[in-house]
């Protein structure tokens, strides 16, 4: 009995040197200069009203490349006062007939609110592969769960944006056909684990730059 009403008091006692490290200081702006950890930046000795601004996702991205689309982060390694917090965000722009293909943020949830354009956007679970799309117009939003696959594309006749916010200060990108394609990844292992024959997996390689 005396170990049960030990247990809880135990546990407090072992909780309260986090919950105090929490507390003990506003803010810890990164120090780029240092390597990223899997907690997060060390924090920069001299701060200033600049690292908590910043202006980076004024600008249009550049859309003419294979995709038609554009991502400008505002991660951690742009954008320092974010370290620590649990958010970031970019600007996605999407020429028409632009698409950004099947991907994974590893580290965060995405919020997409599109500005201008129509997106079609959707996801994949991990579960039972059910799918959920929805076509998105300006001023809607819509929710991308953390490392779940998910795409967008143009679905208008003019240029797409959207804003995008992640539940992390670094949320990782990783795009499954450039996974797949884009680098030295044996033809006959990549033909083996996709199903695709061997003209279509060259052809692929071809286009996105990769080679074996």
């Keep these: ?3 049960m009403v030990l247990l809880p008091v135990l546990l407090s006692f072992l909780l309260l040197p986090f919950a105090s490290l929490a507390l003990t200081q506003d803010f810890c702006v990164a120090d780029l200069s240092c390597s990223d950890t899997p907690a997060g930046y060390p924090c920069k000795a001299s701060v200033s009203a ?4 910043y202006h980076g996702l004024a600008a249009a991205g550049n859309t003419s490349n294979l995709i038609k689309a554009a991502v400008t982060p505002a991660f951690v390694g742009q954008f320092p006062g974010v370290n620590g917090l649990g958010i970031s965000a970019a600007r996605l ?6 698409v950004v293909p099947l991907h994974t943020h590893p580290a965060a949830s995405e919020l997409l609110f599109v500005t201008q354009g129509t997106i079609a956007a959707g996801f994949i679970t991990s579960s039972s592969n059910t799918v959920y799309t929805k076509t998105l117009y300006a001023g809607d939003i819509m929710v991308f769960p953390q490392g779940l696959l998910h795409y967008q594309y143009n679905a208008g006749t003019g240029a797409a944006v959207a804003l995008v916010a992640f539940s992390g200060p670094n ?8 996974a797949l394609f884009a680098n030295n990844l044996p033809s006959a292992v990549v033909e083996k684990v996709t199903f695709l024959d061997d003209a279509q997996v060259k052809k692929l390689k071809s286009v996105l730059g990769g080679s074996g």
């Design 1 to 3: 009995m005396a170990k």
């Design 50 to 53: 600049g690292d908590f601004y």
């Design 93 to 98: 722009d999407i020429a028409v007939s632009g």
């Design 171 to 178: 949320p990782g990108l990783q795009i499954t056909d450039y």
